[in-house]
């Protein structure tokens, strides 16, 4: 019998723990979540509405082995851990397992890993604690509030337009997106210009801001010229203002700013930056240990351990001096912070980029450079600079200049590469002084209309008007992207026809339940719910009794938008032919369904690639029923030959075998060789 039974969400993570337990313990993996709503029920909802919202779960599919393995290991151990993540969806999974394992409460414990080191591991295990069924009810009512929405809104949208889907925060994420796109369109550019006085002894220029004391805007060429006529080539020095200014470092990130920085800094998408996150997290092989590089990276807290902000300080003033030591510095305290974790932040000050970069992947690298130096910056003192603005007057007309020096470089020391500070360094002017002009310059411009979403911007919006949370904005994207109603375009979102269309549909019936205020009011509700101050299927109730009635409605009233006709007549009953969608994307059917259920098969263009390696057929480019590409041979199932990435007729150099392409590079298809 064993001992202790530790259960972890991850597999990956399941080996490193296990090793700094040691003997007594054995770590396992649930592999995320076991369980989910069934699809029974009212709208196969799997929610009992009329018993006061109860849950009806069952397995997730292809976890049954899995299961039965855990109870094995569960039966036969005399204390349990429950290890998953240390955030709401993790308490939700430590209660399923809990459950669905049949772990009576006394045989059990719940433990939290912020952090996969030796040290922080055996903490946590001297300090356990049990499920917070607060947590556990909040995540439990986010998740049958995006069952219902989910449910009943895309059956709605795909029987009268057509769309895919819907959900509470996503369809909130597609409007802004779709208001941003109105809001260009509607925008009417109007014409400015600029004067620019330049000189050449010494040299610098100065911009025309003001006339007197108003501010000066100049509309069109007409009113540029009145002015050149006014001005004469001689300025004089009205004032120069010399102070120096403060410039702070941020906060160590969080998981929005740190896929907002890494989308900026190092053009990674959000999921790709997860991704990697995660592996930093969960443990990397170094020389001697496999250890977390970094901390919990799913936190929206600023806040840093007292034992992380004294190792940092004495690095601080070991490596830059004893005047980069910074301060402590405080956020403004939102009510959307959980502030469950700390920031996210190196697991040891001692562990440098250099010294782990022969362990890290290039990616892996960068990512986890920006996060160290982030948090070491974010302690260290303030940047300090001399801003100098110069005002010169010629008949009346200001101009004005500005130049700053570094005198500190504070935490730009660590942090510079990712911010710019550039010196401009003015020429000592004499205040009362003439200064003659070489040339004064006009320049047409025209305003622009505002920026689309980038994958940062549109995280950092919702984040800041509180929709959605620091673990979802990812799946978001991923979701609005998947169902077609975004493009990328230059990497920025650009609305599709049926995004647009599915958000005026959802406005026309569901303004007062689709918009960002009332999602923002759902997610506080949520967290009350968490902190014990709500009763989660009072939230359910009062939602349900506003959106069902809406639901019904739309169902009737909603205008059914009639499928696109093709042109062509159908063979079989001489009515027109109409393009569907369905599962797998548009076919071209019969317009009299269901009494006629012909369906025009698609006639695919065979693309030869090569000369089949395993026998005399052809390599030829197939399609799943999904519409992803693969490469079998012509003679199937005679001959089984199959790959995801495209092959070549070209050969390995070490192993003779066929190289593939995949991401524009080629690599062996059996051994490691990777062609330069």
Known sequence: MNKNLVIVESPSKSKTIEKYLGNDYKVVSSQGHIRDLATTGQYGLGVDIENGFAPNYTNVKGKAKLIKELQKEVKNSEKIYLASDPDREGEAIAWHLKDTLGIKDENYSRILFHEITKDKILEAIQKPTVIDDNLVKSQETRRILDRIIGFRLSKLLQSKIGAKSAGRVQSVALKLIVDKEREINAFQKEEYWTITANFKEPIFEADIFKFKTDDLKIENEEQANEILNNLSEEFKVESILKKEQAKKSKFPFITSTLQQEASSKLGFPAKKTMSIAQKLYEGIDLKTETVGLITYMRTDSIRLSDEYIKSAYQYIEDNYGKEYKGYIKKGKKSENIQDAHEAIRPTSILRTPSNVKEYLTPDEYKLYSLIYLRTIASLMADAKVDKTTIILDNHDYKFKTTGQILKFSGYLKAYGEYESSEDKILPFLEEEAIYKTNDIVKEQHFTKPPARYSESKLIKEMEELGIGRPSTYVKII???????????????????????????????????????????????????????????????????????????????????????????????????????????????????????????????????????????????????????????????????????????????????????????????????????
Request: charged fraction near 35%; aromatic fraction near 10%.
């Open 478 to 676: 991923d979701t609005l992207k998947e169902r077609a109603y975004v493009e990328l375009v230059d990497k920025k979102f650009v609305p599709t026809e049926i995004g647009i269309e599915t958000t005026d549909k959802l406005q026309e019936f569901f303004s007062d339940l689709i918009n960002v205020k009332y999602t923002a009011t759902m997610e506080d509700d949520l967290d009350k719910v968490a902190d014990g101050n709500l009763v989660w299927n009072k939230i359910l109730q009062e939602f349900y009794d506003l959106f069902e009635p809406r639901v019904k409605n739309a169902f009737q009233d909603m205008e059914k938008k009639e499928p696109q006709e093709t042109g062509e007549l159908c063979p079989n009953c001489n009515n027109p032919l109409v393009i569907r969608k369905g599962r797998y994307g548009e076919f071209i059917a019969c317009s009299n369904y269901p009494e006629c259920k012909y369906i025009k098969k698609e006639e695919q263009k065979v693309i030869e690639v090569m000369d089949c390696p395993e026998c005399d057929g052809k390599i030829i480019e197939r399609k799943t029923k999904k519409g992803k590409v693969f490469y079998g041979c012509s003679n199937y199932p005679k001959c089984k030959f199959a790959s995801w990435d495209k092959p070549l007729e070209e050969k390995c150099p070490n192993c003779g075998k066929y190289l593939v392409e995949k991401n524009e590079k080629i690599k062996c298809s059996e051994c490691d060789y990777k062609k330069q």
